[in-house]
DNA sequence: CGATGCATGTTATACCATTACGAACCCGAG
DNA sequence: CTCGGGTTCGTAATGGTATAACATGCATCG
């Protein structure tokens, strides 16, 4: 058994419209966004996302509950992500080289990590 | 001018009711815990939510969209969360030990945090 | 007193996310 | 071929999170 490695309609317009954006886009952004080409109702677009998240091509930013596209899609592991609040990009980091401090931490409290989620608000370099 | 160094009402309530739970909660947890107490509309508890996290008193959880009370009263700087996604517990840890390679990152890209979020999900000691 | 500032109260609305249910479709097993 | 199972799709309804707008009360300060 293959995974499933195409995306469906919903999917491939969710996804290209995220890439296509420096900023990350809410479900309700992409709804509105996407009317023109079928999509009618939250739903279809969080099916969409939740699909897209699972494959790794997409992520959440908990902090504005919104979406970007991944921009490592070589990479292994977490992500963080660093967002300006003046101008809305938000710049993806690989995290694997920056968690080791807290990976101790959670060690010797036997806390079992599943999910990381790094988020900075701040300035971008042109905002600033 | 002497800062304000009481709480309101409200505000009162609220802290008192977030110090009492192991668990992150919700605005509307909160609404529903203390309609008994005179808070009727959510518009209350966001707003002693608010000031409550201005006074650095209380952290918004933001992959849960809830609140829990600090519980380094004296630190300075940013805190970090280890959540069990089994029992709901949350707990706080200090980030200034480990954001060294972090913040080396943002300085690389020239990028001023203003916040940081960092939130561990996953399971706790007792739950893994 | 009058002006200011802050906390409050109320209503309404906007925004984010999921549940439930049924129809359509693809594809492999019998 | 036809029957199932699994996945996608469509639609409606609902639940959960957060803020806007506006009016009122009350303390303080000049």
């Not at 058994?1 to 479900?27: D, P, W």
């Not at 099916?47 to 991944?70: M, P, Q, T, W």
Request: net charge negative; glycine share 10%.
């Amino acid at each position: 058994m293959i995974g499933k490695s195409v995306l469906t309609r919903h999917q491939e317009l969710v996804y290209r419209h995220l890439t296509g954006s420096e900023k990350a886009l809410s479900a309700y952004d992409l709804l509105d966004a996407l009317r023109g080409e079928g999509l009618r109702a939250p739903v279809q677009v969080y099916r969409a996302l939740g699909k897209l998240i699972d494959h790794g091509l997409i992520h959440r930013i908990e902090s504005l509950n919104a979406f970007v596209a991944c921009t490592h899609e070589g990479h292994q592991g977490a992500a963080g992500f660093a967002i300006c609040d003046a101008c809305g990009e938000v710049e993806e980091f690989p995290l694997p080289d920056h968690l080791a401090p807290i990976d101790h931490w959670a060690a010797g409290r036997a806390f079992r990590v599943e999910h990381t989620t790094v988020e900075l608000r701040g300035r971008c370099q042109t905002c600033r």
